[in-house]
């Protein structure tokens, strides 16, 4: 089959590429150091009353939807999740403003949380697993497109 210049990546296909790794790798980062000691994490969550359950669900969700946008698989439904845990993140355990040092975590958490929430509406672009599945499966359901 040959190659036509429609079908290259264009070099904001490469730039959004860029940025789904550069915004994945926090969260991919985090989520392997959180299970590599998980002894130690599981004592700092539950010393901010949270349980363990929900210690394995972060991580989960920072592995799981940070592998999703880096690899651009169902990663309009990976952005909105970590938007929304920036979110939550940022208004639940940055909340002292008058400190230097949580005021940039809480702006750090808010900017993330755009990057994804604009990353939801644009999409992954043409070189992701949800592009392909677009280009080379037939009949996907009207539902599974507007996901991908």
């Known amino acids: 089959m040959m190659e036509n210049a429609s079908s290259r990546p264009r070099l904001a296909d490469l730039i959004l590429l860029l940025g789904r790794l550069l915004l994945s790798l926090i969260f991919l980062h985090e989520g392997a150091s959180l299970i590599a000691d998980i002894t130690a994490t599981l004592a700092t969550f539950e010393k901010l009353g949270l349980p363990a359950l929900v210690t394995f669900g972060v991580i989960a969700l920072q592995l799981g939807a940070g592998l999703s946008i880096a690899t651009g698989f169902l990663s309009r439904l990976g952005a909105v999740a970590l938007g929304l845990f920036c979110l939550a993140t940022a208004f639940l355990f940055h909340t002292n403003?008058?400190?230097?040092?949580?005021?940039?975590?809480?702006e750090k958490d808010l900017a993330i949380a755009g990057g994804m929430f604009v990353l939801a509406v644009s999409g992954a672009g043409s070189v992701s697993i949800d592009s392909l599945v677009k280009r080379r499966v037939k009949g996907v359901h009207p539902w599974l497109r507007a996901v991908l």
């Open 97 to 106: 403003l008058a400190s230097q040092n949580e005021l940039l975590h809480f």
